[in-house]
């Protein structure tokens, strides 16, 4: 098992005098699920985009399984699994002809590419692969999404708020289903704006705040440095955003 799945290296972005990355650096390894929290606008869907070869960044290294992310784009997109945030495919097939047409992309043998999809599909209550995804609402494309990421069982896998959308059972199956490919030995970084997630299933947090990350950590740790209990209180109090009383009262 390789140790580091996914490596950052002093990750910078500029667009033009917006500064969205600021020099990250942190290490995921194979088995671990890495929670990657801040405010809106902080840069956590910017370095998830850098990581994973959609957007190159501005100086900084990405690597994936040892795999210099930009030198070799295909090798890593092979033994990657992407979730983004909007779930950007095709309107004009269904969805089945959208996961065969992964899993041929992806040389997956049709015996275990039905089956994988077959069980996906029941777990999140897909029924829908007959309709055009044109016509699917914002929760279904995001289920499509993750059972075409989730049948190919990658390595390593990015998910940018991948709750976000999805009814409280198919939420709870995903969770169920990341710990357990984890457990596998998967290394999976994800953002979230859901607390609660992080706190309940991430071995380890990264605090993002205006591009840089601020704090690392397990839980545990997170709360001997900050001398907090909650993650809610961390991430307030680290995020500059103790005023949020204040400001409440005024209103
Ligand atoms: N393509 C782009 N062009 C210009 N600026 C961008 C672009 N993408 C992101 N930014 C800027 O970079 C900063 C970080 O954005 P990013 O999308 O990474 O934040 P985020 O942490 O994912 O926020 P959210 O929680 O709202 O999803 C923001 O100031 C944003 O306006
Ligand atoms: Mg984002």
Known sequence: ?????????NLKKFFG????????????????????????????????????????????K???LGLDVFKHPLQVKEKIGVVPDEPNMYDNLTGREF????????SMKKEEMNERISELCNAFDVNFLSKFIGDYSHGMRQKLMLVSVLMRR????????PTVGLDAKSAKILKMLLRKYADEGAAIFMTTHVLEIAEKMCD?????????????????????????ESLEDIFLSLTGEDELREVIDNL
């Open 204 to 228: 380890r947090i990264g605090i993002i705040n205006e591009g840089k990350l601020i704090v690392e950590g397990t839980l545990n740790e997170l709360r001997q440095r900050s001398k907090k």
């Open 154 to 161: 990658p390595k390593v896998l990015f998910l940018d708020e």
């Open 62 to 64: 990405a690597e994936i």
């Open 99 to 106: 996961l065969e047409f992964i899993g041929s992309v992806f």
């Open 17 to 60: 005098s917006t500064v969205a990355v600021n020099g990250v650096t942190f290490e995921v390894k194979s088995g671990e699920i890495y929670g990657f929290l801040g405010p809106n606008g902080a840069g956590k869907t910017t370095t998830l985009r850098m990581l994973t070869g959609i957007l190159k960044p501005t100086s900084g």
């Open 1 to 9: 098992m390789v140790e580091k799945a996914i490596v950052a290296r």
